[in-house]
C-alpha cells in the first residue's frame, strides 16, 4: 500500500509515518515545502529529515492566504495556481492508494486534486480550533481525525477521535530523569524556530544563565540566530539548530520548557508532565486558543508575544523556577488527558480507508 502524505504538520505527520512503516510496511512519500518561510533560503526541516528515513520527498511550490500584507503577499498569491498545476502531475506519477493531509496551505491543492482522481482522503487536525486550510480540506475528505472532542467545526459523520499523533521516543519514556543541583530550562520555538524569541533570550542571556541551564533550539533561518547565539555557549548554555533524536529525554531532563503553542509541542508536554511558558504566535489564532486551552488545564503560563522581551522573558522563568513544584503537581493531574497512541490510531484509520 501506498500512502501520500502531505501538510505542514511535520512532527505528528512524523509520528504516523513511523507507524506506518513499522507496523503496515507501507511506501510513503511525503508533498511539502522545500524552504521554511517565505522569502528565505533555509530548506525546511522535512526536507532534510524524511530522506535520512528513506521517505521520498517531493517539494509543492504554492502560495497562501497572508494574516498580513507583505512584500511576500502579492508573489505568494500568484504562486497558488503553480501549486494546483503542480499537484496531479504528483498524483498521477505517485498513484497512492491514500491521501493523508496534516494540514496548512501546502496540502490543499494535494488534497482536491485527490478528490477529483477518486484518492480517499483523510486529514487529521491536531488544533482545538481548525485553519482555514483544513476547513476546505475538510469539505473533500473522506474521514477527518481529530486531536480533541471540543472541535466541533467538522461534519460529525465524517470525524473521528484519533488524539495528536506522538513520537515513540516520548511515549516510552517510562521514569522521570532526577538531575540535581541547578534548574535546567529547554527553549524552543517549534521546528522552524522563532526569530523574536531567540533576541529576547539573547538579551537577558546572561542573567538566564546565572539562575538555569538552559538548552535552546534557534532553528535554522536567514536571520542567522543561531551563528549569533552559538558564540555565546558555556556551560550553562547550549544552542543547536534543531533536535531530533534525543528530544525525549532532553525534555525529561529539564525542569521548565519555552516554547510556542503548537499543539504537538504541548501534548508532549503533558505527557511528560513539564510545566510550560508559552509564547504564541501574535495573531495566530490556533496557537491562542491551544495556549489558553493549556493554561486552563493548569500545565502552561501565557507570555503574550506583544509583551516579550528580554526583561519579560526573564522574569516569567525565574517566576516559574521559584513555584516549579507547585507547577509539577499540577502538570502530573493532567497527563491522563493526552491520547497517547494517536499515532497507531490515525495509521490504522488511513490503512481502512484503501
Known amino acids: 500500500m501506498k500512502v501520500l502524505v502531505t501538510g505542514a504538520h511535520f512532527t505528528p505527520a512524523l509520528a504516523t509515518i513511523e507507524e506506518l512503516k513499522k507496523n503496515y510496511q ?14 528565505d533560503s533555509t530548506p525546511s526541516v522535512e526536507s532534510q529529515v524524511l530522506p535520512t528515513l528513506g521517505v521520498k520527498f517531493i517539494s509543492l511550490i504554492t502560495g497562501r492566504l497572508q494574516r498580513e500584507f507583505t512584500i511576500f503577499t502579492i508573489p505568494s498569491l500568484f504562486k497558488i495556481p503553480i501549486g494546483f498545476l503542480q499537484a496531479p502531475f504528483i498524483l498521477f506519477k505517485e498513484k497512492p492508494d491514500v491521501v493523508l493531509s496534516f494540514g496548512g496551505y501546502i496540502a490543499v491543492p494535494v488534497v482536491i486534486w ?15 480550533i481548525s485553519g482555514l486550510a483544513n476547513k476546505i480540506s475538510s469539505c473533500f475528505a ?23 499523533p506522538i513520537r515513540h521516543e516520548i511515549i516510552e519514556i517510562q521514569h522521570e530523569s532526577k ?6 530550562v529547554l527553549i524552543a520555538g517549534g521546528n522552524q524556530g522563532s526569530h523574536v524569541i531567540n533576541m529576547a533570550v539573547l538579551d537577558c542571556l546572561d542573567k538566564l544563565t546565572k539562575i538555569a541551564k538552559i538548552t535552546h533550539q534557534t532553528g535554522d533561518s536567514k536571520f542567522g540566530d543561531f551563528e549569533r547565539l552559538s558564540v555565546k555557549q558555556n556551560e550553562n548554555y547550549r544552542v543547536e539548530k534543531f533536535i531530533g533524536d534525543g528530544w525525549g529525554k532532553l525534555v525529561q531532563e529539564c525542569d521548565l520548557v519555552v516554547s510556542r503553542a503548537g499543539v504537538n509541542t504541548l501534548c508532549e508536554m503533558t505527557i511528560l508532565k513539564k510545566p510550560v511558558l508559552v509564547i504564541p504566535i501574535a495573531g495566530h489564532r490556533e496557537q ?21 522581551s528580554g526583561d519579560s522573558l526573564f522574569w516569567n522563568i525565574r517566576e516559574m523556577l521559584k513555584n516549579i513544584n507547585k507547577l509539577k503537581i499540577k502538570a502530573e493531574k493532567f497527563k491522563k488527558s493526552i491520547i497517547k497512541d494517536g499515532a497507531k490510531k490515525l495509521a490504522l484509520e488511513t490503512i481502512l480507508l484503501k
Open 26 to 39: 507501507c511506501e510513503v512519500v511525503y508533498v511539502g515545502r522545500k524552504t521554511t518561510f517565505e522569502g
Open 288 to 308: 491562542n486558543t491551544n495556549a489558553g486551552y493549556f493554561e486552563n488545564l493548569g500545565l502552561a503560563k501565557i507570555l503574550p508575544q506583544s509583551k516579550l
Open 142 to 164: 473522506d474521514k477527518i481525525a481529530i486531536s480533541f472532542l471540543e472541535n466541533h467545526s467538522f461534519n460529525q459523520q465524517k470525524v473521528v477521535l484519533t488524539g495528536n
Open 114 to 128: 485527490a478528490w477529483l482522481f477518486s484518492i480517499p482522503i483523510i486529514i487529521h487536525e491536531q488544533a482545538i
Open 179 to 184: 538531575v540535581a543541583g541547578v534548574p535546567r
